[in-house]
């Protein structure tokens, strides 16, 4: 039985992993004709939905607990989701999602000092450094030459340490015992409240700044203009990415990675975001037809590489 509760919560793992590999694609797609800040609104909002469908109860909620559940909407959506959403507008999504996989790193690190877990061997730092190298690479790739985009790799490396302290607020949160379903939408609702008054503060932007179709005022605007609203909402693929993020990628995903969280270990599941990339790679080279350059395989692999070493030593104890 235990035997099988271990597959489940690696199927589980599996199955949001490779989910999530797609989400960078969809969120390249939607960035046509939605800011960042819009993309990430809506996404939540429908997964806050979504999960209410899937399991339409309500669990009591101790009130201390609130503030883990308030923490982890704040790192793991609104800080994480966002400034990963940002980083797409500024660089590929093949780049952020290499950058975004060392999340496990910053997990095993903050574990390490707030929950006292003991994860910092030689191994551990040594596919730490391997890493870090191999981010570098991939943050000098560009689309035809070498090119550093600051802006956008450093967001994707912001967001990867919120996914740290993100997965502390879901271990605690874990230990607690709440239905997974109910607890990650309880993470949501404090997500999408966090994300109003960001709203309120991008219609402004929206209505009183010239936000050019470029830069970090045009990723935050909200647009209530009726007419742009209709011609984008009445487009297909439009509901299709923003469906997909909202139902699978955030409701059903968050869902299953707390899941796999609570019966293999948040550190050991994290494993599993080494391989985001490659799903992103993959799909992004037809769907978005950016390039795979021989320095940004090189950089894939020295940092995937730099993961497993890295991991060697939770697979040891």
Same mark, same amino acid.
């Given at each position: 039985? #235990?035997? #099988? ?11 949001? =992993? ?18 960042? &800040? %819009? ?31 308030? &923490? ?11 400034? %990963? ?86 271990? @605690?949160? #874990? ?11 309880? =993470? ?69 990675? #707390?899941?796999?969280? %609570? @019966? ?24 978005? %037809? ?7 395989? @090189? ?19």
């Amino acid at each position: 039985m #235990n035997k #099988n509760k271990k597959i489940l919560g690696y199927f589980l793992a599996t199955l949001a =992993v490779f989910f999530w590999g797609i989400t960078f694609i969809c969120t390249k797609y939607l960035l046509n004709s939605f800011s960042s &800040l %819009e993309i990430l609104f809506y996404r939540f909002l429908t997964a806050y939905a979504s999960l209410w469908i899937m399991r339409p109860k309500k669990q009591k909620i101790a009130g201390r607990d609130n503030i883990f559940f308030a &923490l982890a909407g704040l790192t793991g959506v609104v800080l994480y989701q966002l400034s %990963e959403n940002i980083a797409i507008h500024f660089t590929n999504a093949s780049n952020v999602s290499v950058i975004v996989s060392i999340c496990p790193l910053f997990t095993a690190i903050i574990a390490q000092f707030f929950l006292k877990e003991k994860h910092l061997t030689p191994w551990f730092l040594t596919g730490f450094v391997i890493s870090i190298i191999g981010v570098a690479l991939v943050c000098f790739n560009g689309q035809t030459a070498l090119e550093l985009n600051p802006k956008g790799d450093l967001l994707a490396l912001f967001s990867a340490i919120c996914w740290g302290f993100y997965s502390l607020f879901v271990s @605690i949160i #874990n230990k607690k015992k709440y239905d997974p379903i109910c607890a990650t939408r309880r =993470v949501f609702f404090f997500a999408v409240l966090f994300m109003i008054p960001l709203c309120l503060v991008g219609v402004g932007i929206n209505s009183f700044t010239n936000t050019a179709q470029n830069g970090f005022l045009a990723s935050m605007s909200v647009s209530l203009d009726v007419a742009k609203n209709v011609a984008r909402f009445s487009n297909p693929l439009n509901w299709v990415n923003l469906l997909f993020l909202g139902v699978i990628a955030s409701g059903f995903c968050f869902s299953a990675w #707390n899941k796999a969280c %609570e @019966i293999v270990g948040t550190v050991k599941v994290s494993c599993g975001l080494y391989l985001i990339p490659v799903v992103t790679i993959i799909f992004a080279f037809f769907a978005l %037809e950016e390039k795979i350059t021989l320095l940004g395989c @090189i950089g894939t692999v020295v940092t995937i590489t730099g993961l497993f070493i890295s991991g060697k030593k939770s697979r040891s104890h």
